[in-house]
């Protein structure tokens, strides 16, 4: 860290891992930022030290848990999505991409074009007022809705779309949600249904 002040000016920051009188170990970050005279030539460094280690355990904690929900996410086949409200392209769990039937070359898309893109055109208008009435709402908001989609390869399948939005502490408007494929579910509460109705015809005759 001081060489690559001395070269480069800085500021140049580095982290580092020091043994703590309790016997645990600490990790400070130390700013170092190189000062000339007015002939430019280096006169001193100075710098500061901060102890991070509870911030890099609340940020290693963050990380983990993250991955733990997209590992369970994964499991269960629930499709994750997260970003501004005016982001071209959110992030996507892998997923996403598996219930959209689209390829992960092609990157992500917004909520909207996503349902512009893979809504049959004869439910484009009703999708389209559900989101739009969402996004005009207020944060905190939440969006929960059963629709259609046409995949990438022609399949028809029905997703639960579940949404909400929040402002962060930068006053980003930002929005996450899930989707899952609900296909099987409905075609079995189908059949009950037309089971139901058979008994109650046998019964009346």
């Known amino acids: ?10 500021p140049i920051d580095t982290q580092t891992r020091y043994p703590h009188s309790d016997g645990r170990w600490r990790t400070v970050l130390i700013r170092r930022l190189l000062m000339r005279d ?3 030539e280096p006169r001193l460094i ?19 848990l993250a991955r733990r929900l997209e590992t369970a996410a994964e499991a269960a086949r629930v499709g994750l999505w997260s970003g501004a409200i005016d982001a071209t392209h959110p992030e996507w769990n892998a997923t996403m991409y598996t219930l959209l039937g689209r390829s992960p070359a092609l990157g992500s898309l917004s909520l909207g074009q996503a349902l512009r893109d893979y809504t049959p055109a004869e439910d484009r208008e009703r999708i389209a007022a559900l989101a739009l009435a969402w ?17 990438g390869d022609g399949q028809l399948r029905w ?3 579940r949404a909400q939005r929040e402002v962060d ?5 930002r929005a996450f949600g899930i989707m899952q494929d609900v ?23």
Do not use: Y
């Open 135 to 151: 996004l005009r709402g207020p944060p905190g908001h939440k969006l929960d809705f059963e629709m259609r989609v046409q995949r």
């Open 46 to 64: 100075i710098g500061v030290a901060l102890d991070v280690t509870e911030q890099q355990r609340r940020t290693t904690e963050a990380l983990q």
């Open 169 to 173: 502490a930068d006053d980003i408007d």
């Open 1 to 10: 860290g001081f060489d690559a002040a001395l070269a480069g000016g800085g």
């Open 183 to 205: 296909t099987d579910a409905r075609e079995a509460m189908e059949r009950l249904r037309v089971a139901n109705e058979r008994t109650s015809l046998a019964l009346s005759a």
């Open 38 to 40: 007015a002939g430019g």
């Open 159 to 161: 997703v639960q779309i």
